[in-house]
């Protein structure tokens, strides 16, 4: 008569480990993909009741073959492997406690901020988890003679990429810094000595209209610090009607006058403007309108005739920046 219900027992705590072992496995893998704590801890639960039920399994097994020792034996065993599992829950607690992030994520995200078109080192690469979210913060070196604006299109290619090839990154920051070249880019002494680059245009800009006053227009001027070294860009207009060999000798000549008369300056550049429009030009030109209202600028298209208002919304780059074939 005591074999029956021990039978049914049996089953029963049999069929009760493969219930809740499955439980556990269905919901540990949904915590891990959503990285949810919470969740990998109620399946640590679960699997715990399996336990449970494997000792209640291995008492009436032991009582039902005459071997009651059993049932001490299993509880030990099944004591032993919640203790275990609670090991790895408080640990993987603690890394995301501290923010950490596997070796892999990180040299995945590395090669994919140095695969990006423009950068041409990686400085500095922090990546945490803020619950299951992926924050990066890196630092990307670039061509020091590039402009602004370039370096600004670089750090949101990187931004891009990232978020693209790595969904949980929530939140990319991009900072951007030229390559150094023989100082570092934050050393004191070259902070110190160099001038600024207002100075620096306004001595070459007084150099050239005193010794080029006639024949010379500085239409722009770009400062580059490269290490210790201040290096310019100096973009003129000449008259139409020269050679390119007189003009060719007169942008010589403004070199070796600015790197002789403007201190600091060891390298320089002159470049021919032949077209009227420049980048220069047209955000000087959208921010004297911006200065001047919309009032003012619908007024001009009234007078022109054309009825047209000037969109100070942006700059566009469309035409006459157009290369002509």
């Known amino acids: ?47 715990s009741d399996a336990l449970s039920s494997v000792v209640a399994m291995v008492g009436i097994g032991g009582a039902m073959l005459g071997a009651p020792i059993l049932d001490p034996v299993g509880g030990f065993c099944v004591a032993l492997m919640i203790a275990v599992a609670g090991v790895e829950v408080a640990t993987e607690a603690l890394t995301q406690l501290t923010d950490a992030v596997d070796d892999a994520m990180i040299e995945r995200i590395s090669r994919l901020v140095q695969d990006t078109a423009g950068v041409v080192d990686q400085a500095d690469l922090r990546v945490r988890w803020s619950g299951r979210k992926l924050l990066v913060d890196v630092s990307v070196v670039t061509d020091p003679t590039i402009s602004v604006s370039a370096a600004s299109d670089v750090t949101e290619r990187v931004r891009y990429n990232v978020q693209s090839q790595v969904p949980a990154a929530h939140e990319v920051l991009v900072h951007s810094a030229p390559r150094s070249v023989g100082a570092p880019p934050s050393c004191p002494l070259a902070l110190k000595h160099r001038p600024t680059r207002e100075a620096v245009e306004r001595d070459v800009a007084r150099v050239m209209d005193s010794s080029f006053k006639e024949s010379v227009e500085v239409e722009h001027i770009t400062v580059h610090y490269l290490g210790y070294q201040t290096a310019v860009e100096v973009a003129i207009k000449l008259d139409e009607n020269l050679l390119v060999r007189e003009a060719k000798e007169l942008a010589a000549e403004c070199r070796e006058v600015i790197l002789r008369d403007v201190p600091d300056v060891e390298m320089a550049d002159i470049h021919l403007d032949l077209l009227e429009e420049s980048p220069q030009r047209m955000v000087e030109e959208a921010r004297a309108e911006e200065r001047a209202g919309p009032g003012r600028a619908e007024a001009e298209g009234e007078a022109r005739g054309d009825g047209s208002e000037a969109d100070l919304t942006g700059i566009s780059l469309q035409g006459p920046l157009k290369r002509e074939r």
């Not at 496995?25 to 704590?37: N, Q």
């Open 1 to 47: 008569a005591a074999t029956g219900p021990r039978g049914v027992a049996l089953a029963a705590a049999a069929v009760s480990v493969l219930l809740k072992e499955w439980t556990f496995r269905m919901t540990r893998a949904v915590g891990k993909r959503i990285r949810s704590p919470v969740l990998v801890a109620n399946a640590h639960h679960h699997r």
